[in-house]
């Protein structure tokens, strides 16, 4: 019968335009269907910052392909081998990452961005979210993660519709695809909604990038827990699980852990607190190193500086849904404040309570003020005297239960500050099963024939945490492999 492509791509996000550059390139006709329009489309990669994890040499190398910046020649960026990314990637997961996909994953990376740069897209430093200015002028990345997207996710999304546009493959918006056509065992087509009608589209390849199900709250309910039909949904509205279901009823295999997500702590009471197409990413509140979380009862909960943030802040939000109300304040005093990143904590409508005593920001709270003195009292008579050095571990430690491990600066300077945050999920870890080239493996662990697998929707990368700028690398990564044997 005959085909309308040789490709149809699901899903108009980071993967899914990576994929379709990839069989593009080949000479492969490709159809993406995106089930987003206007503003909304882009998927989770619009609401993003655009930072991508990839092993590099350091500056010079990055160099090769960033955007110049006058701010390099006074720019330290320390080198991050294949074996850190491996290392971080094991080690936030706790071991239960796939290892060949992580092999992929940490090889493939730079090679990756450097081909997505070739093709037309731009990344530079990551000056504001990445790097401290030093007294002499200097700046010293940190953490491992350095290159992101120039304009952030919307930047991403306009690049590759760019690329897509120049490399004459067929976009079509406003489909929500919904089953996938089988004959003879072989994936050939998908059907999809569009004005009220049905559409079935065939090809050689379908290649599914249409991501997770965390904004559908009957399935965070099933597979995450009760809590998690609460949870703020900081991205689109259109990851509801239907080509995972789809991919399911076709023979595919769960992959990954279908048990966690991304979560991170997101403002509490800003009043268009999900799926913000202006703010997007900056509803965030990732400067939690630097002070206290507190809980309603005015206690902390957890180690704010056990690692870079980098390395706690996907996992940190479900540890707020878990406190009393799914509520938490990050505190902070008169001389940690001007440390917080400008673009979050600085942001239109950001959710500040501001008092000049402790008795007066815990009455803002609405918390008990007596625990609450007592927590930050007991918090700084327990801090060391190390100096304050946020670009490294520095042993600036509170030795109070929990510890503060690191950054544990006294809350003792007024005016004080409180930002209420609460779980906002962005990407479940569960999906399909793939092997290391894309392809859908099914329970038997043999590859379905005609169907491939690529960003959110492919399982077995990330457990319970994951390494902050991994995901859209995984997404780029797998995405191109997928797309070079559609």
């Known amino acids: 019968m005959h ?59 990055l160099q090769e392909f960033v955007e110049a910046d006058e701010r390099h020649d006074a720019s330290t960026v320390p080198p991050y081998s294949q074996q850190d990314y491996l290392e971080d990637l094991e080690r936030v997961t706790e071991g239960r990452n796939d290892p060949e996909l992580s092999a992929v994953l940490v090889a493939e990376a730079q ?8 093709l037309g897209l731009k990344y530079r430093l990551m000056y504001e979210r990445q790097a401290y200015s030093r007294p002499d002028g200097s700046f010293l990345f940190w953490g491992g993660l350095h290159v992101g997207n120039v304009g952030g996710g919307e930047g991403l999304i306009a690049d590759h519709t760019a690329v897509a546009e120049r490399l004459g493959e067929d976009v079509r918006y406003g489909h929500r695809a919904r089953e996938l056509v089988v004959e003879d065992g072989r994936v050939v087509g998908v059907v999809a909604e569009h004005d009220g009608q049905r559409v079935t589209l065939r090809a050689e390849s379908v290649v599914l990038a249409a991501g997770g199900f965390e904004s559908d709250a009957a399935l965070r309910a099933e597979h995450l827990g009760e809590r998690w039909a609460a949870a703020k949904v900081r991205g ?27 979560s991170v702590q997101w403002d509490a009471f800003h009043p268009e607190n999900e799926g913000n197409l202006e703010l997007t990413n900056r509803l965030t509140r990732q400067s939690y190193p630097l002070g206290i979380l507190v809980n309603r009862e005015g206690r902390r909960f957890l180690d704010e500086g056990a690692d870079f943030r980098n390395f706690t802040y996907a996992k940190y939000g479900k540890v ?8 938490a304040f990050q505190v902070f005093d008169a001389a940690t404040r001007p440390l917080l990143r400008a673009e979050e904590y600085e942001m239109p409508g950001v959710s500040e309570l501001k008092a000049d005593s402790l008795e007066e920001l815990a009455a803002l709270m609405e918390i008990p003020a007596e625990e609450f003195v007592r927590t930050v009292e007991e918090f700084n008579a327990a801090t060391n005297d190390a ?17 503060k491990s690191n950054w544990a600066s006294p809350i003792a300077e007024g005016p004080f500050y409180a930002y209420p945050v609460t779980c906002g999920i962005t990407f479940t870890f569960g999906g ?35 390494p902050g700028g991994s995901g859209l690398a995984a997404g780029a990564v797998f995405g191109r492999r997928a797309g070079s044997i559609a």
């Open 3 to 61: 085909n309308d492509a040789d490709v149809i791509v699901v899903g108009g996000g980071n993967a899914g335009f990576s994929a379709a550059h990839a069989a593009a390139e080949r000479g492969r006709s490709v159809i993406l269907l995106e089930r987003g329009e206007g503003p909304t489309a882009g998927g989770n990669s619009f609401f993003t910052a655009g930072a991508t994890r990839i092993a590099h040499e350091g500056l010079a190398q």
């Open 432 to 466: 399909l099963k793939g092997d290391v080239e894309g392809r859908v493996l099914d329970e038997d662990g043999t590859a379905i024939p005609g169907l491939l697998v690529c960003g959110e929707m492919l399982g077995g990368l990330f457990s319970s945490n994951y």
């Open 387 to 403: 100096e304050l050095d946020p670009t490294v571990k520095d042993g600036k430690a509170s030795t109070v239960t929990p510890p």
């Open 320 to 327: 707020i849904l878990e406190q009393p109300g799914s509520l």
């Open 111 to 118: 090679p990756t961005l450097r081909w997505l740069a070739g």
């Open 236 to 262: 689109t509205a259109f990851n509801v699980g239907d080509m995972i279901r789809a991919g399911l009823d076709v023979g595919a295999a769960k992959g990954g852990d279908w048990s966690s997500c991304h």
